[in-house]
């Protein structure tokens, strides 16, 4: 990743379950049990004791993602993300001219099949990297001339990041592009991959690869909408903690994004 996607269970929180796989740090694999984790009471704006929603096979949460991503194309126009700001400014800042001075780049947004559920996969940035280190993001970065598309630009990405060969990617759809403050616009594209892939991350960019169950990063509840002060402006942010991950900014906007569609399906 190059410079574009800015962008856990603690004390309080309850195991609740649920299964991922684990990789990191770079040069160690091994499979674990992710847990699903639950604010307990009192600690925080998304604080509850128990699920109320009915519990999904990855047959119902594959179809849903399906759904929610049918018809979506990198085609233009290209739906824009809402940024959530005040006063529905995002509108008057983000105007036409300003959206045509942004860089194009992509993420890839990899679902992962493991054995009766699904996962997401992110990667912890590099202390080695010029910026957002040990941030959280998705794999991918700005568009090369040689790049046909977004989808090649996020496969690509994902390839020299973490080693995941384009071709057991299946590309599902794609999200709203993401206007970033590093002036890129992000375009992200979700794709879903089978069986045991072999994850290799690039030491230079990737300090740790590590899953999240599906249901968890798509459940509305489990999101935090906060506010980070920068020269005098509150720009609000959504944040989504699993265990020891922060995940936040740029990557917790697109999830959100994607959250909502999937919700809609429902």
Known sequence: M???AQEGCRDGFQVLGAHAAIVGPVGKTAPA???????????GVNSRTEIDTPV??????????????TGTSEQPPRPMSRLELPLNMDKLLLTPALLKSLR???????????GDG?????????????SHKGQISFPGGRR?????SAAANALREAEEEVGLPP???????????YPTMTRYLVTPVVGIISGEPEIRPCEDEVAEVFEAPLEFV???RNFEHKMLSREGLNLPFFELNFGRHRIWGATAGMLWNLANKVAETA
Do not use: H, N
């Not at 999904?56 to 991503?69: I, Q, Y």
């Not at 194009?104 to 493991?114: D, E, G, K, Q």
């Not at 699904?118 to 010029?130: A, Q």
């Not at 090369?144 to 046909?148: F, K, L, V």
């Open 2 to 4: 190059r410079d574009v």
């Open 33 to 43: 049990a992710a847990r699903l984790c639950q604010q307990a009471p009192g600690k």
């Open 56 to 69: 999904m096979t990855m047959t119902d949460w594959e179809s849903r993602l399906r759904r929610a991503l």
């Open 104 to 114: 194009p780049a992509a993420v890839l947004a990899p679902v992962i099949r493991r």
């Open 118 to 130: 699904l996962t997401m996969m992110f990667t912890v940035r590099s202390d080695r990297l010029r």
């Open 144 to 148: 090369d001339d040689d790049d046909a």
């Open 167 to 177: 071709a057991s990617v299946e590309v599902l759809g794609y999200l709203d592009d």
């Open 218 to 220: 798509l459940d509305l």
